[in-house]
Structure formats: C-alpha cells, structure tokens
C-alpha cells in the first residue's frame, strides 16, 4: 500500500520568517494531494489541496508544490504568525482507492 | 451547519468492556472512514465506507467493527477492549471523488 513520510517531525521558526514541510509518498498513481492543519484537542482541518495535473497552488500565505517525477511534496508557510503554530499533516490518495494515507505530521512553534 | 459529529468526546473503558463510537454528518457525503491517531504515528485507517451499505477494512482493523447505518451514520463498535486501543478516534466523511476529507473533533478513549 501507499506509504507517506513527512519531514521534519518538529519546526520552530520565529515570526515572519517562513516554514517549509516536506513529504514524500511511493505509489506512483496517487494522483491528490491535500494538507491538514491540527490544533490542540481539535480534528485535523484541511487547508490546502493539490491534484497531480498541477505542479503548484498559492492561497494567500500558504503553498503546496507537487514533483511527481521526484514523488514528493512540500507545504510553505510565508510571513508566519503565532496562529499558525499547530500539527500539519500530508497525506496522499492513490488513484482508484477512497481513503487517505497521512503523514506523521510536524509540530511547526511559531515564536514570538 | 454542524459538519461531522462524534459522540461521546471522552470515554473510559476497562478492559474487556465494549463500547459504539457514533459518528453522523450532515453533508450528504458518500464516503466515510474512522481513523486512529497516536503520538509520532499519524492518522491510520480503521474502516471505511464508500457509500451507504458497503464497508471495508483499512490499515488497522483487527479488534474493531463498523455499521453504515445510513447515508449520514457511521459507528465504529469495539466488542472487547484492550490497552492498546487506548488512542483519539477520528470520524471524516467526503465525496467520492478527488476531494479532501472533513473531519470530527474525535473521542479521546482511555482502556485501562
């Protein structure tokens, strides 16, 4: 089956500075990609998506790159604000399957 | 607008004992899945349903059980607790197709 790997595990960055989350997955057809932010004692919450006909998408701060020969993905954050500190999480969905396959997710620590 | 509702929020079982984790979304969503989530591991599939009255098992399905009772319900049943189901449950619903997954607020459950 699908096998998701995100990097780093944790991230800390100060404030205005910007955080880029890395993930790459094995099933050469997964075809969609989306990302989830958590905070504490809440569900995961989707923030951004990618199909794999696309190379890049922007939604205000936030971007998600897609190199399907390389396999991989990777979430960027610009101009970073307290409010962004929270679990993200990648996952990946292989064409023909309905569920997801998540990533480990990061710990991203905005600072002050 | 309520989205995907989990009942209860908090629960202890001991073990042996057995529990129904409910789940309902108000989306008219086909698909609906139930996913573990512990510490470093990500969100990993339990079951999953594609559309009212089918199911199907994912990543971790041994010791659990599902019913769809209907288009909007999904209940996740554990007929024998054991400490490591001790874990947050997440209940998500989508479309079928290329879309991402909205989830619950999860049922933090503690078998001791």
């Known amino acids: 089956g699908e096998n998701v790997e995100q990097h780093p595990s944790t991230l800390s960055v100060q404030e205005g500075d910007s955080a880029v989350i890395k993930c790459t997955y094995s099933?050469?057809?997964?075809?969609?990609f989306p990302w989830y932010k958590q905070e504490l004692g809440k569900g995961p919450q989707l923030i951004i998506d990618i199909r794999s006909n696309v190379g890049e998408k922007k939604d205000q701060r936030i971007a998600v790159t897609l190199n399907k020969t390389a396999k991989h993905f990777s979430l960027h954050i610009t101009e970073t604000q307290p409010e962004d500190s929270a679990v993200y999480f990648c996952a990946s969905r292989g064409m023909g399957r309905r569920a997801l396959t998540f990533g480990s997710g990061t710990r991203l620590q905005v600072q002050p | 607008n309520a989205g995907v509702t989990q009942t209860p929020k908090f629960q202890v079982l001991k073990t042996g004992q057995s529990m129904t984790l409910q789940c309902a979304q108000d989306m008219n969503h086909n698909s609906m899945y139930w996913y573990r989530q512990d510490p470093g591991m990500g969100l990993r599939l339990i079951y999953y349903s594609a559309s009212e009255g089918t199911t199907d098992k994912g990543e971790v399905p041994n010791g659990y059980n599902v019913s769809r009772l209907n288009k909007r319900e999904f209940s996740l049943r554990l007929e024998s607790a054991a400490p490591s189901q001790t874990s947050v449950y997440f209940c998500a619903s989508s479309e079928v197709r290329d879309s991402g997954a909205f989830f619950g607020q999860g049922t933090r459950l503690t078998v001791v």
């Open positions: 099933d050469s057809a997964s075809n969609y």
